[in-house]
């Protein structure tokens, strides 16, 4: 499996959880979609650092030996949070399409 296809996997895994955190914590069951801009910038600057430690976390679990290191972790850390204005928003077109394929 690529790395890279893995750490995406497991963004999309992390975002997904919180959503659906999100959706309990304020006894709902979607997000509207007007809303979804605003509260995906809300958790990902609070939910940045603990998403890169759980991350390495689970990249270690699934790698094992194979595990890249710390260094090119970093350098793949750098490289994807470089943009949040960016990660944002492919953040809510996850959630959107989630949100669409749940109700589906």
């Known amino acids: 499996m690529e790395k890279n296809n893995i750490v995406k996997d497991l ?3 992390f975002v997904t959880e919180n959503y659906k955190i999100y959706l ?5 069951k979607s997000i509207e979609e007007k809303n979804i801009e605003k509260i995906i910038k809300e958790l990902y600057i609070e939910k940045k650092d603990n998403l890169k430690v759980w991350l390495k976390e689970c990249l270690k679990e699934i790698q094992k030996d194979e595990y890249m290191g710390d260094l090119a972790y970093n350098n793949l850390m750098f490289n994807i949070f470089q ?5 944002c928003k492919r953040l809510e077109l996850e959630i959107i399409s989630y949100q669409k394929n749940k109700i589906n």
């Open 11 to 13: 963004i999309i895994m």
């Open 24 to 28: 309990k914590e304020n006894n709902i």
């Open 83 to 87: 943009d949040d204005k960016l990660n």
